[in-house]
């Protein structure tokens, strides 16, 4: 059983940094592929990102490319999403997600999809 634990959420201004931190335990980290995904209020939650299990393959939500990045170390267990050039409209709760497919999760719509689902960290942008 894997544990995700996501941290780093906030408050920030528009155009601002943030970065979050997903620290796994439990499991054998390097068999996962590891995502981040979001959900807004009042909206269903959506895929943001996404990398492989040795870390050399990325694919984001096209509304976040350019601005975020994510990032893993398997000796630490954790997974990173750096966010910059953040906007009013990301404002979400943020959930690190763990599956052994790497396309499972690029398709995923929420916890039920996906193998492992951390409990979220809060992110708001204000304008």
């Known amino acids: 059983q894997v544990q995700l634990v996501e941290s780093g959420g906030g408050l920030v201004q528009a155009g601002g940094s943030l970065r979050l931190s997903c620290a796994a335990s439990?499991?054998?980290?390097?068999?996962?592929?590891m995502g981040w995904f979001r959900q807004a209020p009042g909206k269903e939650c959506e895929f943001a990102a996404v990398?492989?299990?040795?870390?050399?393959?990325?694919y984001y939500k096209d509304s976040v490319k350019g601005r975020f990045t994510i990032s893993r170390d398997n000796a630490k267990n954790t997974v990173w999403l750096q966010m910059n050039s953040l906007k009013p409209e990301d404002t979400a709760v943020y959930y690190c997600?763990?599956?052994?497919?790497?396309?499972?999760?690029?398709?995923?719509?929420?916890?039920?999809?996906?193998?492992?689902w951390g409990q979220g960290t809060q992110v708001t942008v204000s304008s």
């Open positions: 439990g499991g054998t980290f390097s068999n996962y592929a």
């Open positions: 990398v492989s299990r040795s870390g050399s393959v990325t």
């Open positions: 997600a763990a599956d052994s497919s790497y396309s499972k999760l690029t398709h995923a719509l929420g916890s039920r999809d996906v193998d492992y």
